[in-house]
């Protein structure tokens, strides 16, 4: 008799956009960001570093999840910008990410929105 098979583990995906505005740069998170998800996120926030100016805006509308690996992305990120001289802000995190921020504090490091446009037009710097 074989051993009864188990379903084989398979990481959520995490879509990267990525768009310019006169005002900045927009990422936009759709899925799930966690240690074996975040490569993508990685590269286009190198990249969004490299080129443009202006505030660099992390859209969280789509992140359905996001774990300690995915936070110490975005924290790291966040100092990188401000190492360069640009702001990085979240906008639009749902429930799930909102609260993750508020149990680690991360809340109050970040300029967090309600939406994409609100973030772009800010003047908090």
């Known amino acids: 008799m074989e051993p009864p098979s188990t379903p084989a583990t398979i990481p959520a995906a995490l879509t990267v956009a990525v768009r310019t505005s006169d005002r900045g740069v927009v990422v936009r998170l759709e899925g799930e960001l966690d240690q074996d998800t975040a490569g993508p996120l990685r590269v286009a926030l190198e990249s969004a570093f490299e080129c443009g100016s202006g505030r ?6 789509g992140l359905d999840f996001c774990d300690s690996s995915g936070l110490n992305l975005l924290l790291h990120s ?6 360069i001289g640009r702001k990085l802000t979240l906008a639009a995190p749902g429930p799930m990410v909102s609260r993750m921020l508020e149990i680690t504090g991360a809340w109050a490091i970040f300029h967090i929105y309600p939406s994409v446009a609100e973030a772009l037009a800010a003047q908090d710097g």
Do not use: K
């Open 56 to 61: 660099l805006v992390i859209d969280c509308g």
């Open 78 to 83: 966040r100092i990188t910008a401000q190492d």
